[in-house]
């Protein structure tokens, strides 16, 4: 009898390590629902990677400096150097092809930017003081895409300066199942696009500026209730960029 019981004492602080070890090991188990797991490192860590900042949106109204589109006709002159002057079309990979320069990528930079940038190159080479002016003739792609959840998703052309909400507006709005703050803005500059999330709500409360639109933009709201949102927004970038894919 005496020895059972010393056998029984001797089993307990070892039989107590193992119940231990048992509940430690339950309460560090993970979700059984491998879908909960899934959507807190998609929320966590592809957002992060997918938005670039909204500090690089434009905040003040365009004035004649206009961003530079693919399409438009540029009318350059250089002072004293009629073979570098003439007009060019701005081509769909953004660019334009100069003499002595050759190929100068403009899309989404203002003219005085060109000025700037053709003046640098003429002065390396060419020209001690090249005086260097452009005109935008035509505006031909300033028009804004909205679609998604809106009431009157479509293509919408740009007269003068208007800002996101405004492009939201010509949309009809929001339509009722989309969610305010899964608005996504996709903006072109050459062969790069860049998706920037914005919260409509915000943005009327004053949390958040209104941007102004470039010509080509597109935006796309979404629906409240989608869980793949993100993946979405993915899948448009590529096609933006690859788009025979």
């Known amino acids: 009898m005496h020895k059972h019981l010393n056998r029984l004492h001797s089993l307990l602080p070892v039989t107590a ?8 090991a339950s309460c560090s188990t993970p979700p059984a629902h491998p879908e909960d797991t899934q959507q807190v490192g998609l929320g966590t860590t592809e957002s992060g990677s997918i938005f670039s900042s909204l500090q690089e949106l434009d905040y003040l109204a365009p ?7 693919s ?5 350059i002159k250089v002072f004293q150097a009629e073979e570098l002057s003439g007009k060019y079309k701005v081509g769909s990979d953004g660019k334009i092809s100069l003499p002595l320069i050759g190929a100068l990528s403009v899309s989404g930079k203002t003219p005085l930017a060109v000025e700037n940038q053709l003046s640098g190159l003429l002065q390396q080479k060419y020209l001690q003081n090249p005086q260097v002016s452009i005109l935008v ?3 031909t792609n300033q028009r804004v895409t909205v679609e998604g ?3 009157k998703p479509g293509v ?6 208007i800002t996101f909400l405004q492009a939201i507006a010509l949309a009809g709005g929001l339509a009722n199942l989309a969610s305010p703050d899964k608005v996504v803005l996709f903006r072109r500059n050459g062969q790069q696009v860049k998706a920037y999330q914005l919260d409509i709500q915000a943005i009327r409360d004053g949390r958040l500026r209104d941007p102004y639109i470039r010509g080509n933009d597109q ?6 209730d989608s869980r793949y949102w993100f993946k979405e927004v993915k899948d448009m970038m590529s096609g933006l960029i690859n788009p025979f894919n």
């Open 17 to 24: 390590v193992f119940v231990g070890a048992a509940l430690i």
């Open 63 to 69: 004035t004649e400096n206009t961003a530079i589109s």
């Open 71 to 75: 399409g438009d006709l540029l009318d």
């Open 137 to 139: 003739e035509s505006f």
């Open 149 to 151: 959840e809106v009431n």
């Open 156 to 161: 919408y052309p740009i007269e003068g300066s």
């Open 219 to 224: 935006i796309v709201a979404h629906r409240s």
